[in-house]
T-cell receptor, first 111, second 114 residues
C-alpha cells in the first residue's frame, strides 16, 4: 500500500445517489489511476491522469467522473448513471513510465 | 475484446511444487509485461516484470518466461509455499512515458496446500 491511501474502506450507497471515493498519495507521483475490480474480471481502467488539471477516460468511464486539482489527490465520483456500481475500486499512482503502486481499495456496495 | 488472456482461472498446488500461470496477448505493440500478486481485500502489488528484449527473468522463486513469436508469457513459482496463496494477474502495456496504461488478464487464484 505504501504512500497511497483510499477512503473509506467500505462504502454503502442507495440507488440514485452519487458517492465520492478518496485517493491520496504522498509519493510525489505524476500519474494516478482508477480501476474497477469485479470477481473473475481482473482490473479495468476507469480514468487516469498524468498531470494536474488533466485526465483521460479509460476503458469503462461511463457513469464515473474525476478531478485532479492537486498532484496528490485524485477523487472518483460514482454517479447515479453508473448502472452496476457494486465493485472493489482501486487507485494507483506512478512516476510517468514507472511502476504503478496500488492503494488498499474501497469496496462499494449499492443497497 | 480481451487483449490479455490468462489461464488457468484457478490452480491448486502442493507445498514445494511448481505453480505455472500462462498469459497470451494479441497486440504486438505491448512492450512491458508485469505480474501482480493480490491478497484478499488488498491492492495488487508488483511481483516481477519483463520487457520483450529478454526471454526469461528470475527473481528468487519467481520466474517469467517470455515467447515473443508466440505472444505468450508465463509465471513460474518454484517451491510454492502456502504464503504464496493469492490471486495473480498478468498485465501488458505499450511504452512508458505518457502512455503507460496497463491491460490486465482476468486473474488466477492460486492455492498452495500445506
Amino acid at each position: 500500500d505504501g504512500g497511497i491511501t483510499q477512503s473509506p474502506k467500505y462504502l454503502f450507497r442507495k440507488e440514485g445517489q452519487n458517492v465520492t471515493l478518496s485517493c491520496e498519495q504522498n509519493l510525489n507521483h505524476d500519474a494516478m489511476y482508477w480501476y474497477r475490480q469485479d470477481p473473475g474480471q481482473g482490473l479495468r481502467l476507469i480514468y487516469y491522469s498524468q498531470i494536474v488539471n488533466d485526465f483521460q477516460k479509460g476503458d469503462i468511464a461511463e457513469g464515473y467522473s474525476v478531478s485532479r486539482e492537486k498532484k496528490e489527490s485524485f477523487p472518483l465520483t460514482v454517479t447515479s448513471a453508473q448502472k452496476n456500481p457494486t465493485a472493489f475500486y482501486l487507485c494507483a499512482s506512478a512516476f510517468l513510465g514507472g511502476e504503478q503502486f496500488f492503494g488498499p481499495g474501497t469496496r462499494l456496495t449499492v443497497l | 475484446q480481451q487483449q490479455v488472456k490468462q489461464s488457468p482461472q484457478s490452480l491448486i498446488v502442493q507445498k514445494g511444487g511448481i505453480s505455472i500461470i500462462n498469459c497470451a496477448y494479441e497486440n504486438t505493440a505491448f512492450d512491458y509485461f508485469p505480474w501482480y500478486q493480490q491478497f484478499p481485500g488488498k491492492g495488487p502489488a508488483l511481483l516481477i516484470a519483463i520487457r520483450p528484449d529478454v526471454s526469461e527473468k528470475k527473481e528468487g522463486r519467481f520466474t517469467i518466461s517470455f515467447n515473443k513469436s508466440a505472444k505468450q508469457f508465463s509465471l513460474h513459482i518454484m517451491d510454492s509455499q502456502p504464503g504464496d496463496s493469492a490471486t495473480y494477474f498478468c498485465a501488458a502495456s505499450i511504452g512508458g512515458g505518457s502512455n503507460y496504461k496497463l491491460t490486465f488478464g482476468k486473474g488466477t487464484l492460486l492455492t498452495v496446500n500445506p
